[in-house]
């Protein structure tokens, strides 16, 4: 089947369905299929306990009941679905369930014993909850005399498939068998998992599963019990021994903190890192290569582009996340001479009601020059980039064949159509790659300039759509000359051109008049939604506030547009959105979802989340760095032993210091007053500052 074609009016057309086997454009190119749409359930309103491939998808009264998606998850296996605690045949009144860290929720409860004359409780229940499944139970109490009470925990397992899951599709509970200290469930393929109890308990019922103590409470004593799950298949064993354990994290992403005069950017900082540790994942044929997952609960799977693009907007944590990631993705690389060798594989995903999916091996192999350049201006080690470089020339040669002599890269196939934002991505790759090139000291650097200079000649003339408003560029463009006007999110990308030597930025696609425009439009309502940047404006046909690309908002987006914003000098539209995104983030306890509704913000009003968005999701994290760092406006530069401090100058949080970040290998941090003047506290040795 072929990619969707361009329609003559300019009207949406039907994405693919079916199985996601792949399909093949005119030209005989084959591509993935776009995957088809599922109701996913929710869980925008769950704690998810993260650390892959570990995780807990938990309710806020901390009981797991087995409905919808909860659980504890290994590696995409439901390990355990039931987990019901009860106190003298009662269940616990649910006070409190919050995220203690990425990887840990705690739950607070209480209950009356019989007796009590008054409404306060004497018994009070904590729960801790690790993703692995860990979890302590203790019981409290506040009572004048001496307690027995009867305590029992109801488990239970379908040991199902999280595709299973999503769909509805789960089976049954299994049988359960007495096993030490505590239960067994085994499934029809080998499979199985076994949950043991410190201290053991009093009683074990395999028919009901259901595991009983006897706690003895003096008056302000406390009862605890540790339960521990442990998951068998095909020879591999999953212990639970703690969240994180063996995971990869600290020598990956740096401690980055943030403190000044508004407590927000530290809260947010702070938990972004979190969860961008909580989502590495190792690949299990090469455990030494590492990658985000995309997102949890829905994305877990292999390196996507997703996870490039957050491996570049947290450089400022270290470059060892980047090179990994630019590892696993070189291998995904076409080769044998044809017309798509040099292209990163990659499948098609929807790009919103007015155009055809688009394809993120495109987008990737774009993006993967550009952040080659980019860590190496970061400090990217010299055996790191000599490994990688190959790649990013292929990477190069891909892109200058294919972009041929109208200097447009097409997508998803050779018939088009021509978006803008993959032409963003093209001439960044081609300036950023040339500066690669040239420091590395290998040839191509003058015809890629010379491809970049031609591409943004044209993209001004074909793409730049004059209106008595001051004109906005078009979001596509037909080879025949057909345009899609569309304003949306996706121009924030024409204000991503990418660092160079010496503390510059690239030039983009738009002159400085058509830069204004851009960001005059970024700042309009019909753009900001007060939370951030709206994936298609509200006056465009088909604008759906959670459409994840026709009216949502996009974390990673609004981070794009906020450093992009503050790097042209736009700091008013900058900032404007920057507070959204942080006001947005304390909404969400500091954990962003990839998207949520964009829906106008309202007096007393709170950002409205969106049904299937990962949460937390790579983007989202590395997003708010990226949009935080832009404060500072740190450029180093670390082959020419430099580092340049651009922070605003209208310093719209007042005073912020940030420290704990990585250039050229050591520590970094720099302050910003409120005056908006930067400098920088600690640097590795050597370097040149400037600002």
């Known amino acids: 089947m072929a990619p969707s074609p361009v329609p003559a009016s300019g009207r949406p057309t039907a994405l693919p369905s079916g199985p996601a086997s792949g399909h093949t454009s005119g030209a005989g190119i084959a591509f993935p299929r776009a995957p088809r749409p599922a109701e996913l359930p929710s869980v925008h309103g769950a704690l998810l306990c993260v650390a892959l491939p570990a995780l807990a998808v938990c309710a806020e009264h901390g009981q797991l009941t087995g409905e919808g998606p909860e659980g504890v998850y290994d590696a995409g296996r439901r390990l355990l679905s039931r987990c019901v605690l009860r106190i003298a045949g009662r269940e616990p009144v649910a006070l409190q369930g919050r995220m203690a860290s990425a990887d840990r929720a705690v739950f607070l409860g209480a209950l009356r014993v019989p007796g009590d004359a008054g409404p306060d409780p004497a018994l009070t229940v904590e729960r801790t909850r690790s993703a692995d499944g860990t ?191 630019l590892r696993a993705l070189g291998r995904t690389q076409l080769s044998g001479g044809g017309p798509e060798s040099g292209r990163l594989q990659g499948p098609l995903r929807d790009a919103g009601p007015h155009l055809p999916p688009r394809c993120t091996g495109i987008e990737a192999t774009l993006a993967f020059p550009a952040v080659l350049a980019e860590a190496r201006r970061w400090g990217l080690p010299a055996t790191d980039l000599e490994e990688l470089l190959p790649v990013a020339e292929r990477c190069l040669d891909w892109l200058r064949r294919t972009a041929g002599r109208d200097g447009f890269v097409p997508d998803p196939g050779p018939t088009g159509p021509w978006r803008a934002e993959t032409q963003a991505h093209a001439h960044r790759a081609a300036l950023l790659g040339a500066d690669l090139l040239d420091g590395c000291g290998r040839p191509g650097g003058d015809a890629l300039r010379e491809a970049a200079r031609t591409l943004r000649e044209r ?151 969106h049904p299937a968005a990962c949460r937390p999701a790579a983007v989202a994290a590395a997003g708010a760095v990226h949009a935080l760092l832009a404060l500072a406006g740190i450029r180093p530069d670390a082959p020419g032993r430099s580092v340049a401090v651009h922070p605003l100058a209208s310093a719209p949080l007042g005073a912020i210091r940030l420290s704990g970040l990585v250039v050229a290998g050591e520590p970094f ?5 409120r005056l908006g003047l930067g400098m920088v506290e600690e640097a590795a040795e050597g370097l040149q500052l400037g600002v």
């Open 135 to 325: 979890e302590r139970i203790t019981l409290r109490s506040a009572a004048a005399r001496p307690l027995r009470v009867p305590m029992e925990v109801a488990l239970g397992t379908d040991l199902a498939d999280l595709g299973a899951v999503s769909s509805g599709r789960t089976g049954p509970e299994l049988a359960a068998s007495v096993h030490g200290t505590g239960l067994r469930w085994t499934a029809a393929d080998g499979r199985s998992v076994a949950v043991t109890a410190d201290p053991p308990p009093m009683d074990s019922l395999a028919a009901a599963g259901v595991l009983r103590w006897e706690a003895e409470l003096a008056p302000g004593a406390a009862f605890t019990v540790r339960l521990r799950l442990r998951g068998e298949s095909a020879g591999r064993t999953t212990p639970s021994t703690g969240a994180g354990s063996g995971r990869p994290g600290g020598h990956l992403l740096a401690e980055a903190c943030a403190e000044g005069d508004d407590p927000r950017p530290g809260d947010l900082l702070r938990s972004s890192v979190e969860d961008l540790r909580a989502l590495l994942q190792r690949d299990p044929a090469r455990p030494a290569d590492v990658h985000l997952a995309a997102g949890v609960p829905w994305r877990c799977g292999p390196v996507t582009a997703e996870a490039l693009w957050a491996a570049r907007m947290a450089l400022p944590l270290g470059t060892r996340l980047a090179t990994t990631t």
């Open 669 to 673: 941090a720099v302050r910003v007053g």
């Open 459 to 609: 993209f001004r003339r074909d793409f730049w759509l004059d209106d008595p408003a001051g004109g906005r560029p078009a979001v596509a463009r037909a080879p025949d000359g057909r345009t899609w006007p569309h304003l949306g999110g996706w121009a924030a990308h024409l204000l991503d051109t990418g660092l160079l030597g010496g503390g510059r930025y690239a030039a983009g696609l738009l002159d400085r008049t058509e830069t204004e425009q851009v960001a005059r439009l970024l700042g309009t309502p019909a753009l900001d939604s007060g939370w951030g940047l709206r994936g298609l404006g509200t006056k465009e046909p088909g604008h759906n506030p959670f459409g994840h690309r026709s009216g949502a908002v996009r974390v990673h987006e609004t981070a794009v547009a906020v450093a992009g914003l503050a790097a042209a000098g736009h700091e008013k539209e900058a900032a404007s959105l920057l507070r959204g995104l942080l006001d947005a983030a304390a909404a969400f306890a500091y954990r962003l979802p990839e998207m949520y509704a964009g829906e106008q913000r309202t007096t007393g009003g709170r950002p409205v989340p």
